[in-house]
Nanobody, 125 residues
Framework: QVQLVESGGGLVQAGGSLRLSCAAS????????MGWFRQAPGKEREFVAAISRGGNTTYYADSVKGRFTISRDNAKNTVYLQMSSLKPEDTAAYYC??????????????????WGQGTQVTVSS
């Protein structure tokens, strides 16, 4: 199993920036793709961004494309989500996750098999 610990969430004004971090332990981090998801109250968990094992390929939801950047440091077993130009609709709990080696896509919740506890991001207008 892998343990994931997110950090970096908080309260920020619209237009501001935050950087989320997700530290992994317990599995060989560099072997797995990683993703970020978010869940707002009363809504389903949704895909935000993902990154391949080596960090060469990234994927983004249309709603965050051009504003968010996912990256990873395999030497530190950490994946990051740099969020800029934040909007109130970005308010949610943000979760990082390990992509299953059996996954066929990058976007579905069911394609990921280990999850962190989440970090809250609140964007005020």
């Amino acid at each position: 199993q892998v343990q994931l610990v997110e950090s970096g969430g908080g309260l920020v004004q619209a237009g501001g920036s935050l950087r989320l971090s997700c530290a992994a332990s317990g599995r060989t981090f560099r072997w797995y793709g990683m993703g970020w998801f978010r869940q707002a109250p009363g809504k389903e968990r949704e895909f935000v961004a993902a990154i391949s094992r080596g960090g060469n390929t990234t994927y983004y939801a249309d709603s965050v494309k051009g504003r968010f950047t996912i990256s990873r440091d395999n030497a530190k077993n950490t994946v990051y989500l740099q969020m800029s130009s934040l909007k109130p609709e970005d308010t949610a709990a943000y979760y990082c996750a390990v992509r299953s080696p059996y996954a066929s896509t990058w976007y579905g919740v069911n394609e990921y098999d280990s999850w962190g506890q989440g970090t809250q991001v609140t964007v005020s207008s």
